[in-house]
């Protein structure tokens, strides 16, 4: 009904006695269901240590652990400041470990993490020994189960919401969502942020396509044009989308399984993937990343 909707959008446009009821009775996993939330079950601590590119060996790398969902990520990043070219090694860890996820001290909850990945390889245990605890944030793995088409009509929208068309004609603004309103997707490919560029890409390319050159040098906007093309392009980022929500899942069976299936995997699927010889892996790693990647 309107006041489901309206507690949905953030609205506080209540009409009638019956509405306000509905919207104090609206629960909070009736909620989460409406918006399609999906708890992925582990949590993501993030920091960026002090170290330089000489001291890890200028590399990036990903390694997955076994147990409790654990992975440990690392991207060099260099960047200016008024004191010259400072480097950064950007990390995220991630973990479900109740022990970890729990403790409300940064000190002590660095020290937990700490031991938790301290059998791991170099330079790990190093990366996150020189991270300041206060400034190792953690939240939990969350992801949406649906990405949000544009608004092409906010009006309608409003209309639906208010039960009352606006004061002015047409079809009001184009809504378009980028980044994590767009949708937010599992960490563990680690593209949540190319997503977002690439949205963004779509974004001015929409733009420039809804121009066109006037004699006078000037642009004409067409408002039109525009809204088709937001829609185009959604429709056609939609394809890479569900590729990479497929590669997600079929990477997070693999790499960190559960029940039968874990065992499966840990007992033969891996030590024959250990045995395994590099030029056959890599052609497979690279095609799942492509997949992934819609094309």
Not at 172 to 200: H, K, R, W
Request: glycine share 6%; net charge neutral.
């Amino acid at each position: 009904g309107y006041a489901q909707r309206k507690r949905l959008l953030n609205t506080n446009f209540v009409d009638t006695k019956k509405d306000q009821a509905e919207a104090t009775s609206w629960e909070l996993d009736r909620q989460a269901q409406a918006t399609a939330i999906e708890d992925r079950k582990y949590s993501v601590l993030r920091g960026n240590a002090p170290m330089s590119n000489e001291e890890i060996g200028g590399i990036s790398f990903q390694t997955w652990g076994e147990n409790h969902s654990m992975r440990f990520a690392a991207v060099p990043l260099v960047h200016p400041s008024p004191d010259g070219r400072v480097e950064k090694q950007v990390w995220f860890a991630t973990t479900s470990s109740e022990e970890v996820i729990t403790e409300n001290d940064p000190e002590k909850r660095k020290e937990k993490l700490l031991e938790a990945f301290s059998t791991w390889h170099d330079p790990i245990a190093a990366m996150i020994k020189s991270t300041p605890a206060e400034e190792i944030l953690i939240e939990p793995a969350m992801a949406h189960r649906h990405s949000m088409e544009p608004v092409s009509n906010i009006h309608s929208l409003l209309s639906n919401i208010h039960g009352k068309s606006p004061s002015s004609a047409g079809p009001g603004p184009a809504m378009l969502f980028l980044g994590d309103s767009y949708m937010t997707v599992d960490p563990i490919l680690a593209q949540g942020f190319t997503l977002a560029m690439e949205g963004a890409h779509a974004l001015v390319s929409s733009l420039k396509s809804s121009c066109e050159p006037t004699k006078d040098g000037s642009m004409a906007f067409d408002p039109y044009r525009l809204r088709q093309e937001l829609q185009d392009r959604h429709d056609q980022r939609n394809n890479r989308l569900i590729s990479l929500l497929r590669a997600t899942e079929v990477a997070q069976a693999l790499g960190q399984p559960s029940n039968f299936v874990g065992l499966l995997s840990r007992f033969i699927v891996r030590p024959c993937m250990m045995l395994t010889p590099g030029f056959i892996k890599t052609p497979i790693f690279n095609a799942m990343l492509k997949y992934s990647l819609g094309k």
